[in-house]
């Protein structure tokens, strides 16, 4: 099956710089990539995904690589505020609706 | 759309006793999904429905957890007899049929002394 990776498992960085979450994943059919936001004490919620057909996507502050020769995907956040403090969870999906996730990244960012 | 609705938030019982966790789904949505969440093991599937058939139950820790879909929007997480490793958040998630995208329910943060 698949397996996804995902450094680092926690960062911090200053208000205001950048962050960056990298992830691998070992089955080439994967062709959908969402990544995951959860909040102290809440639920993961979805805050930006892309597909294989993309390689790369941006939201505003958020932006989401795809490298699928290298079968890797990251992402940035720029201009990062006290409200991305998180743990933010890749994930990759060879089809249908099953999901394999990353063990998390928890984001802190410094005032 | 009210979301997709979990209860109890929070459930604390003794080891040994039965616990059922509840999960409706969002209207329309197909598949079903029920997660768990430590701190050592981070998200895991513990089993799929599609339609409600169950899809994959491999990520079910062992015979003592159940999972049932009576309906196409209503599930439960069964875990008989309880015991203190069982001791997690307890996510369920809905997403339309063969599309992409899941949201996750609030989650039952379960407690076994």
């Known amino acids: 099956g698949e397996n996804v990776e995902q450094h680092p498992s926690t960062l911090s960085v200053q208000e205001g710089d950048s962050a960056v979450i990298k992830c691998t994943y070992s089955?080439?059919?994967?062709?959908?990539f969402p990544w995951y936001k959860q909040e102290l004490g809440k639920r993961p919620q979805l805050i930006i995904d892309i597909r294989s057909n993309v390689g790369e996507k941006k939201d505003q502050r958020i932006a989401v690589t795809l490298n699928k020769t290298a079968k890797h995907f990251s992402l940035h956040i720029t201009e990062t505020q006290p409200e991305d403090s998180a743990v933010y969870f890749c994930?990759?999906?060879?089809?249908?609706?099953?999901?394999?996730f990353g063990t998390g990244t928890s984001l802190t960012v410094i005032p | 759309d009210a979301g997709v609705i979990q209860s109890p938030r929070h459930e604390v019982t003794e080891m040994g006793q039965e616990v059922t966790l509840r999960c409706k789904l969002i209207s329309g949505h197909n598949s079903l999904f029920w997660y768990r969440q430590t701190m050592m093991r981070g998200l895991e599937l513990l089993i799929y429905?599609?339609?409600?058939?169950?899809?994959?139950d491999s990520g079910m820790p062992e015979d003592r957890f159940s999972a049932k879909m009576p309906n196409a929007s209503f599930s439960t997480l069964k875990i008989q007899p309880s015991e203190p490793r069982d001791s997690a958040v307890y996510f369920c998630a809905s997403s339309p049929y063969r599309m992409y995208g899941y949201t996750f329910g609030s989650g039952t943060r379960l407690t076994v002394v």
């Open positions: 994930a990759a999906s060879p089809g249908g609706n099953q999901f394999y």
């Open positions: 429905f599609n339609n409600n058939v169950p899809i994959d």
């Open positions: 089955d080439s059919a994967s062709n959908y």
